[in-house]
């Protein structure tokens, strides 16, 4: 299918064009140019943000990291300042799919696609990150845990362009673990995946966030696994209460993939591995 292709040097150009039926955003390109090969996008106007001032800035400072639009996956996974408060966060960017890929994909461009399973969007929801979306009346934020649960950039109003993620300073103590499960062990997507984040002082753990990739549609925060763990230290105990809980929370889906049994079985050996491993903090 053919399509027309601009590439906006003024952001009232890029806002007045997004805002046209059937347009589409593109950053790297990686996704979009992937759909349109496969016949999976129907869009007739493709809109390169690139050539925006300000996309290109990728700043982590003592109020945290400001990482704009534009941010390639391998120039966040590159980059020591960031690696050294966010070592989780850059070494899943230093494994998603290809190195050709990661050299052109961009993280905001990851994150916008609003995949069901995502590695980046449930670290990106436990470190409390924000997006800085900008249309033609400002700016506004939203936080990745209610962007990260939103279908097809719903929460998105038309002509809005995300402009750059914010992830804020991390508090001391603050640790986080990822764990995933795939069938291939090279460039595949997880089918389930987890990620936790708390403080821990003394062996006690507060502030719990934990974000999961497969129990429900899309990536999403779980308020009862995390209340299982909170104020705890991570234990025997702990670790069943909060195997029970994502039990009882989980509402896999059953696809091509998998079943929806089999994902919750996995759900609860992934969860306990990747608990195991913060027991360690």
């Given at each position: 299918?053919?399509?027309?292709?601009?590439h906006?040097?003024?952001?009232k150009d890029?806002?007045?064009?997004l805002?046209?039926?059937?347009?589409?955003?593109?950053?790297?390109g990686?996704?979009?140019?992937?759909?349109?090969?496969?016949g999976r996008?129907?869009?007739?106007?493709v809109?390169?943000?690139?050539?925006?001032?300000?996309?290109?800035?990728?700043?982590?400072?003592?109020?945290?990291a400001?990482?704009?639009?534009?941010?390639?996956?391998?120039k966040l996974?590159?980059?020591?300042?960031?690696?050294?408060?966010?070592?989780?966060?850059?070494?899943?960017?230093s494994r998603i799919?290809?190195?050709?890929?990661r050299?052109?994909?961009?993280?905001v461009?990851?994150?916008?696609?609003n995949?069901s399973?995502?590695?980046?969007?449930?670290?990106?929801?436990?470190?409390?990150?924000?997006?800085?979306?900008?249309?033609?009346?400002?700016?506004?934020?939203?936080?990745?845990?209610?962007?990260g649960?939103a279908?097809?950039?719903?929460?998105l109003?038309?002509g809005?362009i995300i402009?750059?993620?914010?992830i804020?300073?991390?508090?001391p103590e603050?640790?986080?673990v990822?764990?995933?499960?795939?069938?291939?062990?090279g460039?595949?997507?997880?089918l389930?995946?987890?990620?936790?984040?708390a403080?821990?002082r003394?062996?006690i753990?507060?502030?719990v966030?934990?974000a999961?990739v497969?129990?429900?549609d899309?990536?999403?925060?779980?308020?009862s696994?995390?209340?299982?763990?909170?104020?705890?230290?991570?234990?025997k105990?702990?670790?069943?209460?909060?195997?029970l809980?994502?039990?009882?929370?989980?509402?896999p889906?059953?696809?091509?993939?998998?079943?929806?049994?089999?994902?919750?079985?996995l759900?609860?050996v992934?969860?306990?591995?990747?608990l195991?491993?913060?027991?360690a903090?």
């Open positions: 299918m053919a399509f027309e292709y601009v906006p040097t003024e952001w890029a806002h007045r064009l805002a046209t039926e059937g347009s589409v955003a593109m950053m790297g990686c996704d979009v140019l992937t759909k349109y090969r496969s996008l129907s869009k007739d106007l809109v390169d943000l690139k050539h925006l001032s300000g996309l290109s800035e990728f700043e982590v400072s003592n109020l945290g400001n990482i704009g639009a534009a941010t390639t996956l391998m996974a590159t980059n020591s300042a960031f690696a050294s408060y966010w070592p989780t966060i850059s070494t899943v960017a799919a290809s190195p050709a890929i050299a052109s994909a961009t993280i461009g990851n994150i916008a696609q995949w399973v995502s590695d980046l969007v449930p670290l990106l929801e436990v470190c409390d990150a924000e997006l800085v979306v900008r249309g033609l009346t400002g700016d506004r934020r939203i936080s990745m845990k209610d962007y649960v279908h097809s950039n719903s929460t109003e038309k809005e402009s750059a993620l914010l804020g300073m991390p508090e603050r640790h986080t990822y764990e995933r499960f795939t069938f291939k062990s460039f595949d997507l997880p389930v995946s987890i990620a936790i984040s403080i821990v003394i062996g753990c507060s502030e966030r934990v999961v497969g129990a429900h899309m990536p999403i925060r779980s308020v696994i995390e209340s299982a763990l909170e104020g705890r230290a991570i234990d105990d702990s670790i069943d209460a909060a195997v809980a994502m039990s009882d929370w989980s509402s889906t059953t696809d091509f993939r998998a079943s929806s049994q089999y994902r919750r079985y759900l609860t992934v969860l306990r591995k990747a195991i491993r913060f027991s903090f």
